[in-house]
């Protein structure tokens, strides 16, 4: 279905990519989809997937068209859906509005349409291609690609450190390390994902809520963005969060995973407010990759990882984590203050070994963007 594309084409997809870059932050747990419309050389209508639950891409494109829809081609950034979910087939849509051409940028990951939406569109008679900018549209979904083909979401870690590579003083003091910047900074991570994850240690030192704040996001729509709330998940074997937490208490949802060891304490977080998961094969800890799973069977297509050296140590060992955020200040906290993993490596032959993609300064403090490699140098995501 691939095929030769003009310089026109291309443009039409970017317009369509950039589009569906506008559900960035509300969109979870479906993909983000540009659709642009174009007869005549004339862009007649143009839409993005806005929020789970309502119309795609392409229904709000087909409606700023109208019937200039007919003997048109739509640009689609993913292959437009043919089953029933929440909404109708965006598929039928298009052969009913009388498209005569459809470029999708990707086929779909999703097992309920994996080029089934293609299929039909030329069935119908519709000429039909895809992989037209397939690189960049998969740079926007690349959480929900992860969990429709491993059935894991995308696990990215943020962590503050200073000059030093340290991330708290040893009483578990770390408020604040960075500055504003950095903080509005997390809050948009925060926004683009389905679900937060944090240690009990973090809540009992910090008392952290992990949750979106308007005031902090920085962006024009926050108030709407802040409407939907990340999941927030403390993984605390034994129950110790107290009841009076702000990450329970706070708007949105808050899961507590624990061992069955812990089991009696459940009854009085539950009456809190919060989800209590015992995991009832684990007695000592949370397993770590258990839980990815699950929050995969939950539909999160990205997951915030904000937590402290033992937690982060212990994902980065397991291979959970497929990117890091680390923002550095320019300062420094001393040889007796926590690292930024908790690592207990002894020689150099255990060294983990790291893919830098990207550096920028945020305010007075850096961001880094790295990935985690396995031993052979291969990426671990």
């Not at 408020?175 to 009992?204: E, F, K, N, P």
């Not at 060992?317 to 990117?323: A, H, P, T, V």
Request: proline share 5%; charged share 20%; hydrophobic share 40%.
């Amino acid at each position: 279905m691939s095929g030769t594309f003009s310089p026109e084409d291309h443009a039409y997809m970017a317009r369509a990519i950039r589009l569906a870059s506008r559900g960035k932050w509300t969109t979870m747990p479906n993909p983000r989809v540009g659709c642009v419309i174009v007869r005549n050389g004339e862009i007649t209508g143009e839409g993005w997937h806005q929020w789970a639950g309502e119309g795609h891409a392409e229904v709000h494109a087909l409606a700023m068209a109208g019937k200039n829809a007919r003997n048109a081609t739509a640009y689609v950034s993913l292959e437009p859906c043919s089953h029933y979910g929440r909404t109708p087939p965006c598929a039928k849509a298009l052969i009913k509005a009388g498209v005569t051409r459809v470029i999708a940028a990707m086929q779909d990951p999703n097992p309920s349409v994996a080029g089934r939406g293609l299929a039909m569109l030329k069935e119908a008679g519709i000429e039909v291609h895809s992989g037209l900018l397939e690189a960049e549209a998969r740079k926007l979904n690349l959480g929900f690609i992860k969990r429709m083909e491993t059935g894991r979401p995308l696990v990215k870690a943020k962590l503050a450190m200073s000059m030093d590579g340290r991330t708290a003083m040893a009483s578990g003091e770390s408020q604040w390390i960075t500055g504003s910047d950095a903080r509005r900074d997390v809050q948009q991570l925060r926004a683009a994902s389905c679900a937060i994850i944090t240690g009990v240690g973090s809540i009992l030192h910090d008392d952290s809520s992990l949750t979106l704040r308007e005031e902090q996001l920085g962006l024009p729509d926050a108030r709407a963005i802040c409407k939907r709330q990340p999941l927030r998940v403390v993984v605390d074997s034994r129950l110790r969060t107290p009841v009076l937490s702000k990450v329970i208490s706070g708007p949105g949802h808050c899961l507590i995973v624990a061992t069955s060891g812990a089991a009696e304490k459940k009854k009085a977080l539950e009456q809190a407010g919060a989800e209590v998961l015992i995991q009832e094969e684990m007695t000592e800890h949370v397993c770590l990759t258990s839980l990815i799973d699950e929050l995969g069977r939950r539909g999160c297509n990205e997951v915030l990882l904000e937590t402290g050296a033992t937690l982060a140590g212990a994902m980065l060992q397991e291979q959970l984590i497929d990117e890091l955020y680390i923002y550095m200040a320019p300062l420094l906290m001393g040889s007796c203050a926590r690292p930024l993993f908790q690592l207990p490596f002894e020689t150099m032959a255990e060294k983990q070994p790291m893919t830098i993609c990207d550096i920028q300064a945020v305010g007075n403090d850096w961001r880094i963007t790295a990935k985690p490699k396995t031993m052979n140098g291969s990426l671990t995501a």
